[in-house]
């Protein structure tokens, strides 16, 4: 099993829709949880991060189920520019890791807000 | 402003060549990172440092060496040795030991074989 799995998509949604993605993590000591954006052939850049309660900024909303080990995230109304790939990212402690803050990415969701 | 710089951004290399990748960060990061993005693949973490003078290899180090002399740089060389170094290789940082685990990247760098 991956240690972090995403459906690639691309979900092709059409602008004002909501659309969800789901994430799974492989390990269950896992602390920290992120949704990273990366446009094409650009560098992620962090969307947010992801707390046990759940958050929301703006049209966003991020959850995380630790007892079924996934993290999703919501986009309301979406817009044209939201069109871009979505990475889920977890950290791995750093016991487990021998040092270091370690993060795995998934291989990413494509969204593409059409018209 | 702070952030983090790569150069160069596009950068070709010939067989049995090594090149140098620059990275540079102005955010007082005491860790720095480097990872390789292949097409539909995730980030793969090819060095790590969480303080100058000091770096641990990630799952894919093979055919890459680092440095890290000071806080602000991290550069990474591709060797002769990697026998696969087309890819975006991607620099990040972030502040050590906070538990916050945020990494903030650079613009990355495309390497090209001839």
């Known amino acids: 099993r991956k240690e972090v799995e995403q459906d690639p998509g691309p979900f092709n949604v059409p602008e004002g829709a909501t659309v969800a993605f789901n994430c799974t993590y492989s390990n269950s000591a896992s602390q920290s949880f992120f949704w990273y954006r990366q446009d094409c052939r650009k560098e992620p850049k962090l969307l947010m991060s992801v707390y046990s309660s759940g958050n929301e900024d703006g049209r966003f909303t991020a959850q995380l189920n630790r007892a079924s080990q996934y993290i999703s995230l919501l986009i309301r109304d979406s817009k044209l520019s939201d069109s871009a790939t979505y990475l889920c990212v977890v950290n791995i402690p750093r016991r487990l890791t021998g040092g270091g803050n370690k993060l795995t990415f998934g291989t990413g969701t494509q969204l593409k807000v059409e018209l | 402003d702070g952030g983090i710089t790569q150069s160069p951004k596009y950068l070709f290399r010939k067989e049995g060549q090594n090149v140098t990748l620059s990275c540079e960060q102005n955010?007082?990061?005491?860790?720095m990172y480097w990872y390789r993005q292949d097409p539909g693949q995730g980030l793969r973490l090819i060095y790590y440092s969480q303080i100058v003078n000091d770096f641990q290899k990630g799952d894919i180090a093979e055919g890459y060496s680092v440095s890290r002399e000071k806080k602000e740089s991290f550069p990474l060389t591709v060797t002769s040795a990697q026998k696969n170094p087309t890819a975006f290789y991607l620099c990040a940082s972030s502040m050590a030991e906070r538990g916050t685990g945020t990494q903030y990247f650079g613009p990355g760098t495309r390497l090209l074989v001839l």
């Open positions: 955010l007082n990061h005491d860790a």
